[in-house]
C-alpha cells in the first residue's frame, strides 16, 4: 500500500507539502498498520523515578535488556527533597523510589543524574541544558509535560509507565498518529518584560479551552513565536499538554542552535546536523493544518488562574467571571466553574488584584530557567515580602542554581526573605516535602492548578515568575506592569 500511494504520487507529479510535524513522524516509522497505529523509532528515553519502577521491574519478570542503554537518560526530580540533602529523606515512598532508580540503572547500564550529581535537576530542564534534547528527533518520557522539549522542533511526548517498558525494551512505541493543528501568535508585546511566555500560553488555552487540542500536535507560528527566547519558548510548549494536545512544537531557527551549541552532550559532528536542520525542519509553505488558531498580543495582560484548571484563568486586571459568563451555556462548563469557586474559597465578582496569597512558588519544569529566576529578581532586589507570606525559589537544576548564584541571584531572594532551595519538581506536586496546607492558597508558576495538586486542601493560582514576585512583595496579586522593572 506504502508504495502504491508512492508511485502514484510520482506519477502524477503531486508535491504534497508536509507540516514540521509530519516530517518528523514519517522520518520516524518503524511500521505501520493500515488504518491503526504506526510503530515509532524513539530517538531519547528521558527516565525518572516515579514512572520507571514498574517498567524495569517489567523487564526483570520476563528476562529482558534495556535496547538502547545509551539513548536512555534518568534524573531524580519528582520525590527528591530541596532543602538539606545530607539529611535523610524522611517519606519513606519517596526513598525507596530514589533509591529503586539508582538499582535499576546500575543494573540496566543506564546513564543516572543521581542527587548528588551537578547535573541533577528536573527531567525537562536538563535535557535542553545539556544537548540531550535536539532538533527533528522523537523523545518520550513518563512525565506529561514532556511537550517542552518541542520548542526545539522536536516531536516529544509524554508517556505511562506501560509504554516506558515497552520503549526501555524494544526503543520503540506504537502511537496513533495525531492531527496537526497551527497556533499562529501574531504582533509584539508591547511590554515583554511584564508580559511574558507564561501570559501567552495561558491566554491561548484561556481561548481554546482545556481540551482545545485533543488529538493534536500543536506547531506554534508567528512574530509572537519567534521574538521569544529558547527558555520562554520551552515555558509556551511545557504547557500544551494543558490544552489537550499530544505535543507542542516551535521549529528550530537560529537562537536554537545557538542555545544547543557547545552543550555537554551536542553531538561532535552539530554543525553538519545544524545545515540539515536548517533545511528541512519546517513546514512546507503549502502544508495544510487541520486545525488553527491565532492569537492577538498586541495587548496582552498578565494572567492569572482562578479556577481548578489552567483554562480557568484572566486578566490581571478583571473580575472573576460568573459561571454563566464562564460557561458561556455550557452545562458541563458551568457546573465545572461552580465546583472550582467552591473548592477555591472565591466568589464571581471579586477582582484578582484582591485576592490575598498565603504563599508562593517559583519553580517547577514551567518557569525554573536561568532567566525565570532572572526576570523575577528585577522585581524582588531590594524589597521585603510580605510578612503575611512564606515564597520560596527553586531553581530547576543543579546547574541553574550554579549559575543563579553566579550572579548573585540568590542573595537578592535570601535578602528579600525567600527561600532558596536545591533543585527538583518541589511544590508543583504534592509528591515530596514541598506541599500546602488545607486552604493556603498559593500564587505558582507551575502548570497544574487542580483540586489537591499542591497538597490535600491546597488552592493554586497560576501565574508567570515576575507576577509571583510581585505577588510575594505585596501579599495580593498585582499588575507587574505598574512596576519598574528596570
Known amino acids: ?42 530517538d531519547r528515553h528521558l527516565v525518572h523515578e516515579v514512572t520507571s519502577p514498574q517498567a524495569f521491574e517489567g523487564l526483570r519478570i520476563n528476562d529482558r535488556r534495556v535496547r538502547r542503554p545509551d539513548l536512555t537518560v534518568a534524573t531524580m526530580d519528582h520525590n527528591v527533597p530541596t532543602s538539606n540533602r545530607m539529611l535523610p529523606i524522611l517519606d519513606q515512598t519517596s526513598a525507596v523510589q530514589i533509591q529503586t532508580l539508582e538499582k535499576n540503572c546500575r543494573d540496566f547500564g543506564i546513564k543516572l543524574f543521581d542527587i548528588n550529581s551537578d547535573n541533577q535537576g528536573i527531567v525537562h530542564v536538563i535535557g535542553p541544558q545539556l544537548g540531550i534534547t535536539l532538533p527533528g528527533t522523537t523523545i518520550v518520557c513518563g512525565d506529561s509535560h514532556t511537550s517542552t522539549h518541542g520548542a526545539f522542533g522536536a516531536l516529544a511526548l509524554g508517556i505511562g ?11 520503540t512505541l506504537w502511537l496513533e498518529k495525531p492531527r496537526p493543528f ?5 504582533g509584539k508585546r508591547k511590554n515583554p518584560h511584564a508580559v511574558t511566555a507564561k501570559d501567552i500560553i495561558l491566554s491561548i488555552i484561556k481561548n481554546i479551552g482545556t481540551d482545545g487540542g ?38 528550530p531557527d537560529e537562537k536554537t542552535f545557538e542555545y544547543l551549541r557547545g552543550r ?16 528541512n525542519l519546517r513546514t512546507d509553505s503549502d502544508a495544510k493544518f487541520e486545525k488553527q488558531f491565532t492569537l492577538h498580543i498586541d495587548d496582552i495582560a498578565p494572567q492569572v488562574s482562578w479556577g481548578t484548571n489552567p483554562g480557568m484563568t484572566c486578566d490581571v486586571t478583571e473580575s472573576i467571571p460568573s459561571p454563566d459568563e464562564f460557561s458561556k451555556g455550557n452545562s458541563g462548563q458551568k457546573k465545572s466553574a461552580e465546583k472550582a469557586l467552591d473548592y477555591m474559597a472565591l466568589e464571581s465578582g471579586t477582582a484578582i488584584q484582591d485576592i490575598k496569597i498565603d504563599r508562593v512558588f517559583i519553580g517547577s519544569c514551567t518557569n525554573a530557567r536561568l532567566e525565570d529566576l532572572l526576570e523575577a529578581s528585577k522585581i524582588v532586589k531590594g ?29 537578592i531572594f535570601l535578602d528579600a526573605n525567600f527561600e532558596w532551595r536545591e533543585s527538583g519538581c518541589s511544590m508543583c506536586l504534592g509528591m515530596n516535602p514541598d506541599i500546602l496546607s488545607p486552604g493556603e492558597r498559593c500564587a505558582s508558576t507551575s502548570n497544574r492548578n487542580f483540586e489537591g495538586r499542591q497538597g490535600t486542601g491546597g488552592r493554586t493560582h497560576l501565574v508567570s515568575p515576575v507576577m509571583a514576585a510581585a505577588a510575594a512583595i505585596c501579599g495580593h496579586f498585582v499588575d507587574v506592569r505598574e512596576m519598574d522593572l528596570r
Open 383 to 411: 524589597q521585603k515580602i510580605s510578612p503575611s507570606v512564606r515564597a520560596m525559589v527553586v531553581p530547576g537544576s543543579q546547574m541553574v542554581k550554579r549559575q543563579a548564584e553566579e550572579l548573585g541571584l540568590d542573595k
Open 1 to 42: 500500500m506504502l508504495l502504491a500511494g508512492y508511485l502514484r504520487i510520482i506519477q502524477t507529479g503531486i508535491k504534497m507539502g508536509k507540516t514540521l510535524f509530519e516530517k518528523i513522524w514519517q522520518s520516524h516509522i518503524v511500521a505501520e498498520r493500515q488504518d491503526g497505529p504506526a510503530l515509532i523509532y524513539v
Open 264 to 279: 555537554k552532550y551536542t553531538p561532535d559532528d552539530y554543525e553538519s546536523l545544524v545545515d540539515s536542520w536548517r533545511d
Open 182 to 186: 497551527e497556533i499562529r501568535v501574531k
Open 161 to 171: 509507565t506501560s509504554d516506558v517498558e515497552h520503549v526501555l525494551a524494544s526503543q
Open 214 to 251: 485533543t488529538g493534536t500536535v500543536i506547531e506554534y507560528r508567528g512574530q509572537g513565536v519567534t521574538d521569544l527566547s529558547m527558555e520562554q519558548r520551552m515555558t509556551v510548549c511545557n504547557m500544551s499538554i494543558e490544552a489537550g494536545a499530544r505535543a507542542g512544537l516551535i521549529a
